[in-house]
């Protein structure tokens, strides 16, 4: 047994057994981070607030909702909307977060292209990154299910017959995905198991993932430069704290980090009690119906663009270049041959243009998805999607032709 | 070196342990996953085809899905003659002409709407159309509306059963 004295304090007490004062060394302050970065940085630390709001919203959902077909629906809508004190409170937060979070998403994954941290040693960052992405899409669509209104319905149904493989007609692979010929009690009760139990936990274990991957490139910074942290943190700790191009985690970066927090909680809050709407589909408000299809059936905002790329084009090559656009975000790192890790403006006009055109198209994507597929909008979102694909098989030549900066 | 030995035995032991628990729990994961069998026994719908009235569509359920009943009237009948594929789908109960079909975008699963005035079906999610027969009229379906097992007893259809008729309509490719 290891040797312990008696305890001159409680957190010396802690200390022996748990090394308390080590711990918050390496987790907080001696974690170093570059001086050099802007507000697109808090979009982690804001990802991490928004998760917990979800669980905290969700852990009191749970309590009220019934995973049963004929009572899911009203169970929401009644029980918890008018019912429980505070209900709406909850539902609201919860489905406002699973919106917002997306968009805070797109934003850390937009930064992260912008400014190459997907490059030299950051690769797996990015991979678990996208593996997050992939998790909470599964999630947020789980989660969608779980009102048993027409929407959950009926993007259920779209959904799992993606799995038929269009003409490989695999449908017993979608019957048993479903657990009966349309979605029903089965299918409901694995939905709501996936949701509260089995993806959340692989969230937690990919937000770990996430988290190690950064530890050892550390966080990149505005310009890309190398950072030599060793030599840089010892120069912070032996008192030049001006002259050293790194700061403590804790407190330096996160009384930054949790300033753009607050603002951002602000904004969200204010969408919440004032403008949660956006999150609510109306259609969602008809109890589910396998006998009637909403006019028009659309996903979340956030699958729009990869929807779009779905729709124009035939069963087969949908699905192909569908699956297309939901991996190929994942091989960035590889696919991207340049050896500059700076700004995408600072890489020269090929990958500058490509960047901003990539952002703008996948805008165009989600705005041509939401829309109804006739006439002019059909015609331009075929453009895009085309456009889209492209773009990701262009961007290998472009990047091996681009210059040494 | 002895005790290597023996550790690795007993690492190769254990592996050859667990990988049979491991498929055997595979198989009963992917069991628990199957549809029920109180689902697969609720798989049969009867119609009696002489309460249709011509050129009214009509949805019945069966297995959960929509089933879409059209008594041909005599102008549809002669506006399909001699297109061949048309005429592969009906299904005929005595001197009548019916279009019965699974009522899901053969797409992705929506149901498409009747339109009276145009008589064809137009499918909200991806702007897809079928004609009064089922056959597609837009892409994105792949195929017509599928047509559902269906054996014929008098002027009774039931639905789920595998009768001649329909067995012809699968080897010649008509349906699914």
New interface residues.
């Given amino acids: 047994m290891a040797h312990f004295t008696k305890a001159t304090s409680v957190k010396d007490w802690l200390n022996q057994r748990l090394a308390i004062e080590k711990v918050e060394k390496v987790m907080a302050s001696e974690y170093w981070i570059p001086k050099n970065i802007n507000f697109l940085w808090a979009m982690g630390m804001i990802l991490v607030v928004t998760f917990v709001l979800l669980l905290v919203s969700g852990i009191f959902l749970l309590m009220y909702y019934v995973p049963t077909v004929d009572e899911a629906f009203d169970s929401v809508n009644y029980t918890i909307m008018r019912e429980v004190d505070f209900g709406w409170l909850w539902r609201h937060v919860h489905g406002v977060a699973a919106s917002v979070v997306f968009l805070i998403i797109y934003i850390h994954m937009f930064t992260g292209i912008y400014y190459g941290s997907y490059k030299k040693g950051r690769e797996m960052i990015w991979i678990s990154g996208m593996l997050l992405f992939v998790a909470f899409s599964a999630e947020a669509f789980s989660g969608y299910m779980l009102p048993w209104g027409q929407m959950s319905y009926?993007a259920g149904?779209?959904i799992t017959?993606?799995f038929s493989g269009?003409?490989l007609?695999a449908n017993f692979l979608v019957?048993?995905?479903?657990?009966?010929?349309?979605p029903?009690q089965?299918f409901l009760g694995?939905f709501f198991m996936l949701h509260v139990l089995l993806i959340p936990v692989a969230i937690m274990g990919l937000i770990g993932l996430h988290f190690a991957a950064l530890r050892i490139p550390h966080v990149n910074n505005q310009d890309g430069g190398e950072i030599d942290f060793d030599v840089e943190s010892k120069k912070y700790l032996d008192g030049d704290k001006a002259g050293s191009k790194v700061m403590r985690f804790a407190n330096d970066f996160m009384s930054k980090d949790m300033m753009v927090v607050g603002i951002f909680l602000i904004f969200f809050f204010y969408l919440v009690f004032y403008n949660y709407g956006f999150a609510m589909d109306a259609v969602n408000f008809d109890p589910a119906d396998?006998?009637?299809?909403?006019?028009?059936?659309y996903p979340e905002w956030y699958f729009l663009w990869s929807y779009e790329i779905?729709?124009?084009?035939?069963?087969?090559l949908?699905l192909v270049l569908f699956g297309f656009a939901q991996v190929i975000f994942v091989f960035l790192p590889f696919i991207d041959r340049s050896p500059n890790s700076i700004p995408a403006n600072r890489r020269g006009t090929a990958f500058k243009v490509w960047f901003w055109l990539m952002l703008s198209n996948m805008i165009v994507l989600t705005a041509m998805g939401k829309l109804?597929?006739?006439g002019m909008f059909?015609a331009i979102g075929l453009v895009s999607a085309i456009l889209f694909i492209v773009q990701w098989l262009a961007l290998p030549i472009i990047t091996s032709m681009e210059k040494k900066v | 070196m002895e005790n290597n030995n023996r550790r690795g035995f007993m690492g190769k032991a254990f592996g050859a342990v667990a990988a049979v628990g491991a498929v055997g729990s595979l198989v009963a994961m992917?069991k628990t996953?199957?549809?029920?069998p109180s689902?697969k026994a609720a798989?049969f719908t009867t119609l009696d085809m002489s309460i249709y009235a011509e050129g009214v569509m009509v949805?019945e359920?069966w297995?959960?899905?929509?089933i879409f009943v059209l008594k041909k009237s005599e102008r549809l009948m002669a506006q399909e003659k001699g297109n061949a594929a048309a005429e592969a789908r009906n299904i005929k109960i005595g001197n009548d002409n019916f279009m019965v079909a699974i009522g899901l975008c053969?797409?992705?699963?929506?149901?498409?709407?009747f339109r009276k005035d145009e008589g064809n079906f137009l499918?909200?999610?991806?702007?897809g159309m079928f004609d009064a027969s089922g056959l597609v009229l837009k892409?994105?379906?792949?195929r017509g509306f599928d047509i559902p097992p269906f054996k014929i007893e008098g002027n009774k259809l039931v639905l789920g059963e595998v009768g001649p008729e329909w067995q012809a309509m699968k080897d010649n490719g008509v349906t699914?």
Avoid: Q
């Fill in positions: 009926w149904m779209v017959n993606l269009g003409s007609h019957e048993w995905i479903r657990g009966d010929y349309v029903a089965a694995r396998g006998l009637k299809t909403p006019t028009h059936i779905l729709r124009p084009f035939n069963i087969d949908g109804p597929p006739e059909s | 992917k996953w199957d549809p029920l689902v798989g949805t359920k297995r959960g899905k929509p053969t797409h992705l699963g929506c149901i498409p709407a499918c909200a999610c991806h702007g892409v994105p379906p792949p699914l």
